[in-house]
């Protein structure tokens, strides 16, 4: 089953079940307090919120979302992404815990044909009406369904206010992918066990006290992960096998004339997410800047683009990789299609801009690395770093990311430092200028007062006249 079969079946299940199907809302939330559009719950907060009415009780959605906080780990593990696209069942009011699970269950189990023997679920330690639902109503073996504590199964969206218990379905990749540990279990971070649902069922209004008071209205909240679904139903080992990443990574082997293996894998991965990523906040309405969502898209440029120089990609090459992304993409997507040129030129620009910068600073800071290595270093000199920024431009935060992949980093303290001093040596030499300038206006006034003088040539003129 390919993905976009998933996201309709997906839909039109939850549609059977009376939900109301709702586009994605933009990745540029309608929330002050967020940045992006982290969640497919973030469209319908102020219903969660009882700060508006929603339209229709139950709704079902496939949410665009960027996790700019799962950044470090894209690439080195097999499920996580900056974009990726959030499927959702959610309840204002109407259907609660019960219904929430035997629906997830159903479709899994009965549409997606999953073998039910691979599924496990986790509930909250003090969630019993959650644990006695699976076990007793769904049929779930006591023995896979795990307990988990606040930090795994507990949702709030802030320190007051709506908050409740999750339950999370997890699919078991079997031994093969497993860390090996005896305590391997859902929950752990190796690759055996994979949460692909989440389920948050809002019933507490947290007070300031921290006390819990039951919601009078309570709601659902769901997501599951369209890549993760699909790699266990495509069954493939990771998110980055699936049909909706396959055809980037194709041609970036294509490109690279490189294998896709262990030790090349963390950088067809970065690319192929983070180009995927871009395409959509451009068309979402993003452009690269120095602030705020602006700088999360120059930020993933500069990323991929750097990660394709490690495949050996010396040119630009995102701003070409984005009409693969949209083709991929088009079906579900389609507004994606007019936008291409616009998103296409948009990278290449900032591609082409980096690409110099680059060029300048990168060759100096391996050898800054490879000098570190020689004396036994964990970090390199700050004022260096300074001075890579202020002579090429080579943006600090890079420099970071570079040296970090390295094991290294440099001083935080002498940069700034480094960055004061500049700051004096330029006030002084503003000082310097402005004396200049005042000691120019003094002698210009003088000769002023002497070129007043001077005009008295017309009177000697005159007198010359009259001589
Ligand atoms: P994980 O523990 O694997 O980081 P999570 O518990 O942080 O996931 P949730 O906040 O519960 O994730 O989000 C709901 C669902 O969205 C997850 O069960 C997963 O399927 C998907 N998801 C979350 N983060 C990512 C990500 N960075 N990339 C891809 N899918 C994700
Ligand atoms: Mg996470
Ligand atoms: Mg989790
Ligand atoms: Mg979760």
């Not at 194709?250 to 690279?256: A, F, P």
């Not at 004396?375 to 202020?390: A, H, P, Q, W």
């Amino acid at each position: 089953m390919n993905s976009n079969q998933l996201r309709q079946l997906f839909l039109s299940f939850f549609e059977e079940k009376g939900h109301r199907v709702l586009p994605s809302a933009s990745l540029i939330p309608d929330d002050p307090t967020l940045l992006l559009t982290i969640a497919g719950m973030v469209p319908f907060k102020p219903f969660f919120l009882g700060k508006k009415e929603p339209l229709y009780p139950r709704v079902c959605t496939v949410q665009k979302c960027v996790r700019v906080s799962d950044l470090d780990k894209v690439g080195f593990t097999r499920r996580h992404h900056t974009f990726f696209e959030m499927l959702g069942n959610f309840s204002f009011g109407d259907y609660f815990k019960k219904e929430a699970c035997i629906f997830a269950w159903e479709f899994l189990v009965h549409r997606l044909k999953l073998s039910e023997e691979k599924l496990w679920v986790s509930v909250h330690e003090k969630d019993e009406e959650a644990f006695h639902i699976w076990k007793d109503v769904v049929g779930v073996p006591e023995e896979k369904i795990v307990l988990l504590g606040d930090e795994d199964n507990f949702w709030a969206s802030g320190p007051v206010g709506p908050c409740g218990y999750c339950s999370e379905i997890y699919f078991d990749f079997g031994e093969r992918l497993s860390c090996g540990k005896p305590e391997c279990k859902p929950g752990c971070d190796c690759d055996r066990y994979l949460e692909v649902w989440n389920l948050v069922f809002m019933e507490f209004d947290r007070q300031s006290d921290g006390s819990l008071r039951e919601l009078p209205r309570k709601n659902i909240d769901t997501g599951m992960g369209l890549e993760r679904i699909a790699s266990v139903v495509q069954g493939v080992d990771s998110n980055f096998e699936t049909d909706l990443f396959l055809p980037i990574i194709e041609e970036l082997k294509k490109r690279s004339g490189l294998d896709y293996h262990s030790s090349t894998l963390p950088f067809f991965r970065v690319v192929a997410d983070h180009v995927r990523a871009v395409t959509f906040l451009i068309a979402d309405g993003i452009f690269p800047s120095n602030e705020g969502r602006g700088y999360v898209l120059r930020r993933l440029i500069r990323r991929a683009y750097r990660y394709g120089r490690k495949l050996g990609l010396e040119k630009p090459f995102l701003y070409e990789l984005v009409f693969k992304v949209i083709e991929i993409m088009k079906d579900f997507y389609p507004e994606l299609v007019d936008k291409s040129r616009l998103i296409s030129q948009v990278v290449f620009q900032e591609e082409e801009k980096f690409d110099l910068t680059l060029k300048s600073g990168l060759s100096l800071l391996e050898e800054m690395v490879s000098k570190a290595r020689k004396e036994g270093l964990k970090t390199v000199s700050g004022r260096e770093i300074f001075k890579l920024y202020d002579t090429y431009g080579f943006p600090a935060d890079v420099a970071r990311e570079v040296l970090q992949e390295e094991g290294l980093d440099y001083s935080d303290e002498e940069f700034k430092q480094e960055m004061e001093a500049q700051r004096l040596r330029g006030k002084k030499a503003f000082q310097e200028k402005e004396q200049a300038l005042r000691d120019y206006k003094a002698l210009e006034e003088a000769l002023g007062s002497f070129k007043s003088e001077f005009t008295g040539y017309d009177s000697l003129e005159g007198e010359s006249k009259i001589l």
